[in-house]
Nanobody, 115 residues
Framework: QLQASGGGLVQPGGSLRLSCAFSGSILSFVVVGWYRQAPGKQRELVAFMDASSNTNYADSVKGRFTISRENAKNTVNLHMNSLKPEDTAVYYC???????????WGQGTLVTVSS
């Protein structure tokens, strides 16, 4: 139900925008967000947005990443600026359904920050 895209290779200091397309209505989900998993590390929360558009960010990305949603397009985006090598990871979009409270995951998109 979730399809992530937008990853790639970028130089330090560069920017990328990740997108996650929902096959159904994004309004069916109470929370939408992004996680990442770097090689050899556990998956961690990057950012999330609730149904009231309140946002929360990991300390490591505050001021550099912005999560946004486009309800009409059933899409959630992650705008990443001032990228650092330590941002290198597979990024996953995630959403919690408001009725069954299940977590749904996208397939992951690889972001590599390297010169």
């Amino acid at each position: 139900q979730l399809q992530a895209s937008g990853g790639g290779l970028v130089q330090p200091g560069g920017s990328l925008r990740l997108s996650c397309a929902f096959s159904g209505s994004i309004l069916s989900f109470v929370v939408v967000g992004w996680y990442r998993q770097a090689p050899g590390k556990q998956r961690e929360l990057v950012a999330f947005m609730d149904a009231s558009s309140n946002t929360n960010y990991a300390d490591s990305v505050k001021g550099r990443f912005t999560i946004s949603r486009e309800n009409a397009k059933n899409t959630v985006n992650l705008h990443m600026n001032s990228l650092k090598p330590e941002d290198t990871a597979v990024y996953y979009c995630n959403a919690k359904h408001k009725v069954n409270m299940r977590d749904y995951w996208g397939q992951g998109t690889l972001v590599t920050v390297s010169s």
